[in-house]
């Protein structure tokens, strides 16, 4: 059992398509597995130079994050992203137990101001 069934376009395929030699499928299942292996690879190597460059943060490195932004929790992100004006954050680390408030304020400018407790 497959976890998506598109039986409607396994069958749309095979009869507006003719049937492959089986040493061709088999020719381009190696190329394509080999092709999918090389940019994998390439790509976890990007990710790992941009981790030793300081640069994994994208977003700071190119300034789209102002200083205020860098400054707040996660916490005060998403509740700032989803438009929550008062939210209460239980933090759980381990068996210790803590909580606090976010009130999101709004001022005159239209601009989001956050305030913790």
């Known amino acids: 059992m497959t976890l998506f069934n598109f039986r409607w376009l396994?069958?749309?395929i095979r009869r507006?398509?003719?049937p492959i030699a089986e040493?061709?499928?088999e020719y381009w299942k190696r190329v394509f597995s080999f092709s999918y292996m090389f940019l994998a690879w390439n790509a976890f190597g990007v990710v790992c130079f941009a981790a030793y460059n300081g640069k994994l943060d994208w977003a700071k490195y190119h300034g789209v994050k102002t200083d205020e932004e860098l400054h707040l929790?996660?916490?005060q992100q998403f509740s700032r992203a989803l438009g929550i004006?008062?939210?209460k954050v239980i933090k759980v680390s381990g068996l210790d137990v803590s909580s606090y408030e976010i009130h999101n304020k709004t001022d005159e400018?239209?601009?989001d101001k956050t305030?913790?407790?």
Do not use: L, M, Q, V
């Open 10 to 12: 396994r069958r749309f």
């Open 16 to 18: 507006h398509t003719r």
């Open 23 to 25: 040493t061709d499928a």
């Open 73 to 75: 929790s996660s916490a």
């Open 85 to 87: 004006k008062n939210s």
């Open 109 to 111: 400018t239209g601009t």
């Open 115 to 117: 305030e913790t407790d």
